[in-house]
C-alpha cells in the first residue's frame, strides 16, 4: 500500500515538474469560431480554429514559405503530381493514428464543401501510395499546389465515420444544422476543445499525446472569449482581465503602447482596400481618362496618414510587397493637377454626380475612408452621393451593383496574387465564376489571358513576370482605384511572446506559444 | 380574477402575432443570411443552391405559414449561428439578463425612495439640490457612454472592478447559473447594474419627490398634522403609501424599457444575455432568432404590465381590474 502510494506521490510531483513552466492564456477576439467542423466556412476563424484543433500538410512561416507539418517533406514527382512523404507516430485526439487514408478523406469532403471546393478545384485526386506516402494529383500544370495544400488539416476519418445520436452520418456537413462535426473534432492539433459554449467561450485544453514535442510550446490551457465591442476587447486587456487581444482598433494603439503591462505587434497585412467604378452602370467610367482622373484625385497617403492614423500602407495596385506579383514600379499617384486635366481632356470639365456605396463596419474605418474619397472626387467636380450600411445589408446590394462606386476589400486565401485577379479584375462570367467580385465590370480580354496564363505556369520567374505585367496593365488603365493595405494589430501581456507565433495571415500557432 | 387573466392572455396572443407578423416580414430588410453562412469566395450560384434548400426562396406568406405552422407548438425555428432552437438559445441568455435587470432594479429601488422622500420632505436641503443636479447629468448620459466611462475608470484606471463578462458562476437549475452566490460574480454585476440603472434612478427619484411632494400638499395629510401625529407615521405611513401608486405602475412599464436598454449595457460589457445576443443576431442576419427575441420580449411586456395591475389591485383596493365585475 505504501509503495502504491508512493508510486502515485512520484508520479504527481513528477507531472507537476514537467507542468512547473505550463500556464493558461486568456484571449479575447472579436468573435468566437462558428462552428468545430473546420469545413463548414471559409473564414479566418475558422482556419485559426483549424491550427489549434488540427495541423495542415504544411502550413506558412512568418516569412512566406512553408514549414513541414504533418508532411514531412514533399517533391514534384511530375507536371501533375506532388508526393507528400507522411509523419509517422501521430495519434488523433481520439487514440487513432494518422494515415494516408485520413488524408484523402479529408481531401475528398473539402471537394463537398461549398466554401473549399473553389480551393480545391484545380486537384483531380489524393493518390494513397503507402501508409504514410500521398501523391497530389492535380488536373493541369498548377503553380500553387503547396499554398493550397495549407488548406488541408487531415480530420479523423474513423472518428467522424457512422452515424451519430440523431441518425445523421457523423461527416454531414451543413451549414445550418446541428451536425456531430460542427459540435465535436477530433483532430492531431495541440488543443482539443474542453468546453464551449457559443458566442460567451471555449475551453481548450492541451493535448498530451501531441506528437510535436519539440514545440517550445507552454499553454495547457487556452480560454477565448468573444469580445465584439472594441472598447471592452481594450478595456479587458488593460484591466488584465485577458493576456491577448486581436484585432486591436486603431484608436486605441498609442493607448496599449505606452501600457506598462503591455504590448503592441504590428504588421504591415494583405488585405487590399478598393473602390470599383462600375462601367456597366456609368458610360463615363469607360473612358479610360476618367478612370485614370479618378485614380489621380485619389490621395492614398493623406487617407493612411489622417484616417487611417498610419495603420495601412498606401497602396497603387493589389498585390502586397511580398507576393510574387508586387510590382515595385507602381507608387500611388496623387495629382489633382493632372486629374483636372484628364477630366478635360475627356470633355468632363464641367463634372457629373455618381452615387457611391461602402459598408461601415466592414473594414477598418470604412466608412471615413468612403467619405474622404466623396471629398476628393468633389475638388474634379464629381459629385459624390454616399450612401454607408452595415455590411448585412451592403453585401446583397454589392451583389445587385447598385451604386456607380463601390467599396470592396480582398485577402486572397491561396496568399498569391492571381486570387486577387480572378476575383476582383477578370471579366465577370456567371458560368465560370471569373470576376464575381468585379462590380466596377472592367473587362480587358488580355489581363484574362493572362490571368489563366499565369495559373498554368509552375516557373515562379515567369510567373512573377506575368502578374507584374498584369498589375502595370490595371495600373495604366485606372481599372479601379486602390487605396491601402489594411495593417495587422494584435496587443497581449507583455510576458507573452505573441510575436514569434504571429504572422500575416493572421493565424496564431498558439501551439507553439510561450508564456513567461 | 380570472376573466382578468384570460382576457390579458387572449390579449398577449393577439400581441404575439402582430409582433410576429411585422419581424418576420422586416427580416428581408436586415441582409442575407446566406452572406454570413459562407465565405467570401462561395460563387452566387452555390449560394443561391443553399438559399432554396434552406427555403429562403419562397413567398412570404409560404414561409410565413411554415413558421406559424411550427410557433403554434412552441418550435420558432432553428438559430442559424447557434444551430439549437431558437427559443432554447434565448432561453438560456434570460437568466443572465434577468440577473442584471435584478441588480439594477435593486438599486433603483434602494436609492430612489429614501432620496425622493428626503427632497421631497427637505427641498431646500443641499443635498435635495445636489441629486436634483446630479439627476439631471444622469438622464441626459446615454447608457452606452455611462458604461465605457464607468468601465475605464474602476476597470482600467483603477483595477477595482473586472471589465467584461459574468465572473465565476453557481449553478442554480435548468439554465440559470447565478452570479449572486460568489463574491466574483456579484464584482462582475456591479458596473453592469449600475449603468443600467443611470437612466431609471434619476427618473424614479424626481417621480417619487414630485408624487410626494403633491400628497404632502393634499387635505388628508393636513389633517393628520393637524391631528398632531408623529412626522415618521405621516410621511411613511400615510404620504409614502399613495406616493406609490403611481411609481409602481411607470415601474412596470419601465421594467420592460429596461429589458430594451440591457442591449446597450450588455454589448459595453460583453454580458452573456439576451440584449448582447439580439444586436449579435442583427448583426450576423439571423433571422430565426431575431424573430424569436422579438416575441420573447413582446410577452415579458405583457406578463410584467399583467403583474403591474395585478401589484396595483393590492396596494390599492379601490382600483377595479378590467374584466373584474
Redesign the interface.
Known sequence: MKKTLGIIAGAVLSLGLVNANAATLKLALDADPVSLDPHEQLSGGTLQLSHWLFDPLIRWTKDLTFEPRLAEKWERVDDLTMRFHLRKDVKFHSGNTFTAKDVKWTFDRLKQSPDFKGIFEPFADVKIVDDYTIDLVTKEPFPLVLNNATYLFPMDSAFYSGTDDNGQPKDLLVKHGNSFASRKASGTGPFTVSYREQGVKVEFARYPGYWDTKSPGNVDKMILTPIKEDPTRVAALLSGDVDYIAPVPPTDLKRIESDKNSKLVTMSGTRIITFQMNQNRRAEFKDPRVRLAINYAINQEAISDKIMKGFSTPAAQLSPKGYLGYNADLKPRFDLKKAKELMKEAGYEKGFSITMMAPNNRYVNDEKIAQAAAAMLAKINIKVDLKTLPKAQYWPEFDARSADIMMIGWHSDTEDSNNFYEFLVMCPNTETGAGQYNSGNYCNPKVDEMVKEANKVTDTKKRAEIMQNIEKTLYDEGAFIPLHWQDLAWASKKNVGAEEVLNVMDFPYFGDLVIK | MLAFLIRRIAQAAVVMFVISLISFSIQD????PL????????????RNA?REE?GLNDPFLTQYWRFAKKAVQGDLG?S?????PALQVILKKLPATLELVFGATLIIVLLSVPLGVFSAIRPRHWLSKLVMGVSIIGISIPVFLTA?LL??VF??EL?LM????RGELVHVFGYWDSGFFTWDGIKHLILPSIALSSIMLPLFIRLIRSEMMEVLESEYVRYAWAKGLNPKRIYFLHALKNTMLPVITVGGVQIGTMVAYTILTE????W?GMG??FL?A????DTPLIVAYLIVVGAIFVITNTIVDLIYGLVNPTVKLAGKQ
Open positions: 430588410n436586415l441582409g442575407d452572406r454570413e453562412l459562407v465565405g467570401q469566395a462561395v460563387s452566387e450560384q452555390e443553399l434552406m432553428d442559424y449561428f447557434f444551430k439549437e465605457i468601465m475605464y476597470a482600467i483595477g473586472p471589465s467584461f463578462g454589448t459595453v460589457f460583453q452573456p448582447f445576443l449579435e442583427v448583426n450576423r442576419v
